[in-house]
């Protein structure tokens, strides 16, 4: 991979750029074209801009806005100027939002106009020099004052084990613990995605995730820019929109929510998916019925891999190869990935345990926590990442839940998602959730949580029958000993479920 690690991040994407600065990178809703020329001289303006606004090296840039071109340019900038980029998503609220701020100290917020009057607010307790605004269009007085600045940048002011961005964890459990990712960390990581998942100049990606987050902040646009490929960059998922522009795209990266809406529309076939190569999921896990029903509708098998916020992607299934739903596959290069049981040995094939993960790409540790940091990783340097898994034979690595989510019924552990694919099988059944709540007897109820078919079966569908079912399907201590209906499963902006707030529902 050569001599990148000890790069700024940026000076490493641009490597990659194609030499042609007219070459189009980012395709836009109105038909307007950004090129590999203009991200260069617009991130140099921002880079110019922190600067001059006072940020050093080391300092944090808070960033709250809507998705658009100039605030991919701004996050390039921000490498660029030595800062750290804080992303921030901007359906937080301004309890929330004055955390992250109190906790990082940025030198800068850039917050949306409409949400200038919150900002101003939160920055002033939290001692924040500067608010500037963008919105969702890339203008406002951010982009005005960078308008005046020069639109080169002589040389980056960072690299290798400088810190390049935080990004704060969803807090499922507790406060949010900021995550801090080197340059370094995020190099290593673009590279063995591009490498794995065979990304050329000639791709075309379909990018409609957020970027205040791993997967389309730094997996999905890293993987493009490495390359000197194009994406549509639109402001948000749409099914309308995905239909009439994968045609026209040859990379796919969503997360399940986003297949289980594209599987409903009529419209969706191999013929409209034939330029297709690579359809990419990741964030929450993939449900075996979507994974069928996706190769089935399309032709196509969805790539499932793995990762977290504090190092970007550990697993993948294969480019080339067979894909297996319900795993994420095998470790990328630079990555050692266990499944650990009793003081972290590793566990047998078809064994649970905790998966750990080390390499280039595991982030520094948590925001001024380093109690936290250093209780976070084994004494071999690996990190202990809360997820349970298994290897099965062939070394496919499946994900079984949370730690936090194992159900502890009578001294017994019970794997949610085992139950869960249980009762996915089940007439009437749209998607479940298990979670244990208190019981007097066993400590902790396996209870179940279902939104059911908006049709007869799924009128039909009563409790008795659930339990019933799951009895003939799994051990006795696994059925669960409540189950509720409910109309949707409260999810985060990822499209992961959150099972606390479900405890909290039916405890």
Known sequence: M???????????????????????CMLLPDGSVITYGMIDEQSARFANLLVALGVRPGDRVAVQVKKSPRALCLY???????AVYLPINDAYLANEVEYFLADAEPRVFVCAPQACAMAEKAASKAGVSHVVELDGDGEGSLARKADTQPGNFSKSLSGGDDLGAILYTSGTT?????????H??????????????????????????PIFHVHGL?????????????????????????????????????????????????ELTPELCSNMRLFVSGSAPLSIETFEKFTTVTGHTVLERYGMTEG????????VGKRRGGTVGFPLEGVSVRVAGDNNQPAGTGQIGEVQVKGDNIFRGYWRLPDKTKEEFTPDGFFKTGDMGKWDADGHLAIV?????IVITGGLNVYPKEVEEAIDKMSGV???????????DFGEAVTAVIVKTKDELGAALTEGAVIGFIKGNLANFKVPKKVHFATELPRNTMGKVQKNILRQMFE
């Open 2 to 24: 050569g001599n990148f690690t000890d790069q700024n991040l940026y000076d490493f994407l641009k490597a990659g750029f194609p030499a042609a600065p007219r070459t189009p």
């Open 76 to 82: 390039l900038g921000s490498l660029r100027a030595g």
């Open 174 to 182: 507790g406060r949010s613990k900021g995550a801090m990712l080197s």
């Open 184 to 209: 370094r960390n995020l190099a290593v990581n673009g590279e063995a995605l591009k490498n794995h998942w065979g990304f050329g100049p000639g791709d075309v990606l379909l990018h409609m995730l």
């Open 218 to 266: 730094f997996v999905a646009t890293h993987c493009v820019l490495l390359s000197g490929g194009r994406m549509f960059f639109e402001p948000r998922f749409d099914t309308a929109r995905a239909l009439r522009l994968l045609p026209r795209s040859t990379v796919f990266m969503g997360v399940p929510t986003y297949y289980a809406r594209l599987l409903a529309a009529p």
């Open 312 to 319: 970007g992607m550990f697993c993948s299934n294969p480019l």
């Open 401 to 405: 839940g949370r730690s936090k989510d």
């Open 430 to 440: 749209a998607e479940s959730a298990v979670i244990g709540t208190p019981h007097p």
